[in-house]
């Protein structure tokens, strides 16, 4: 007998003395039966579970999403990494592309691929960042309250978690505002939360897309949060700044609770009997 044979046998033997041990003493024949039915039963139970599990490839609505919002952490990432750079030099001339993406870690390919210059990185931040607002709004649970839900979402996202720094802030308006290059991406970002918010609105309270009210709420919500940001940059405003902004969107999404009747397109309006 070889020995590779002879290894093979005691093998075996091992295995079939160690499925005999695992049967206790004083199970019967019949009770083992029923165990490995029902060992077998939980195995096809998780296997059906498991099965309900939905595959990325089989919900390319999750898919999109899920590529959306890494596309956005990447641009986000590059954004805040040329933001950085360009504060600590004193300008965004004195910043590379290179350097952003260096700063950011990923390839210079990957910075053009997602941006055609430094200026359009900067530029993006705020309308980069009203998409992540309505993703995130809509993804709050439907039973959650208006204002709540859209407060803590904002808050959230102008934030990142902590207390911003005024001189912080007034380095970056700077930047935003005076850089001839960053400034035309600046304006064509301001009302870039209304876009991005309206249709989210609109679906949470029942409404048609094309409705003029979530249009409105949004663009409250837009304008409270310019007049929250601008109230606390004041030198005599010692309040924290997350609170003063939660403040101001709950305001402004205090609209959607009671949505008025509005008057259908072409509709005429009432006479004034005063003229």
Same mark, same amino acid.
């Given at each position: 007998m070889s020995r590779k044979f002879a290894r093979r046998e005691t093998l075996r033997a091992a295995q079939l003395s160690s499925d005999t041990t695992s049967m206790p003493a004083h199970e019967s024949p019949e009770h083992a039966e029923a165990r490995g039915s029902l060992e077998r039963v939980s195995l096809e139970q998780v296997e059906r579970l498991r099965g309900l599990v939905p595959k990325l490839a089989d919900t390319p609505e999750l898919t999109e999403s899920l590529r959306e919002r890494k596309k956005l952490e990447t641009r986000k990432n590059l954004s805040w990494?040329?933001?950085?750079?360009?504060?600590? +030099?004193? #300008? $965004?001339?004195?910043?590379?592309?290179?350097?952003?993406?260096? /700063? %950011?870690? =990923?390839?210079?390919?990957?910075?053009?691929?997602?941006?055609?210059?430094?200026?359009?990185?900067?530029?993006a931040v705020a309308g980069d960042r009203a998409r992540r607002v309505a993703l995130a709004f809509a993804d709050r649970p439907a039973?959650?309250?208006?204002?709540?839900?859209?407060?803590d979402v904002v808050v959230?996202?102008?934030?990142?978690?902590?207390?911003?720094?005024?001189?912080?802030?007034?380095?970056?308006?700077?930047?935003?505002?005076?850089?001839?290059?960053?400034?035309?991406?600046?304006?064509?970002?301001?009302?870039?939360?209304?876009?991005?918010?309206?249709?989210?609105?609109?679906? +949470?309270? #029942? $409404?048609?897309?094309?409705?003029?009210?979530?249009?409105?709420? /949004? %663009?409250? =919500?837009?304008?409270?949060?310019?007049?929250?940001?601008?109230?606390?940059?004041?030198?005599?405003?010692?309040?924290?700044?997350?609170?003063?902004?939660?403040?101001?969107v709950l305001t402004a999404a205090g609209l959607a609770e009671q949505p008025p009747p509005l008057s259908p397109p072409g509709a005429s309006l009432p006479e004034n009997t005063n003229l």
């Open positions: 990494a040329a933001i950085g750079l360009a504060l600590q +030099r004193g #300008g $965004l001339e004195h910043v590379r592309t290179e350097e952003i993406a260096e /700063a %950011a870690g =990923v390839s210079p390919r990957t910075f053009n691929n997602y941006f055609r210059s430094r200026e359009e990185a900067i530029g039973e959650e309250p208006f204002g709540e839900a859209l407060a959230a996202e102008y934030t990142a978690g902590h207390e911003p720094l005024k001189a912080a802030v007034f380095q970056l308006r700077a930047l935003m505002t005076t850089d001839c290059g960053v400034r035309p991406f600046m304006l064509n970002a301001m009302t870039k939360l209304e876009d991005e918010l309206a249709p989210v609105i609109a679906e +949470r309270l #029942g $409404l048609p897309g094309d409705d003029l009210f979530p249009r409105v709420v /949004a %663009a409250a =919500v837009n304008g409270a949060i310019r007049v929250a940001t601008e109230y606390w940059l004041r030198e005599d405003v010692d309040a924290p700044y997350t609170a003063l902004l939660r403040e101001a």
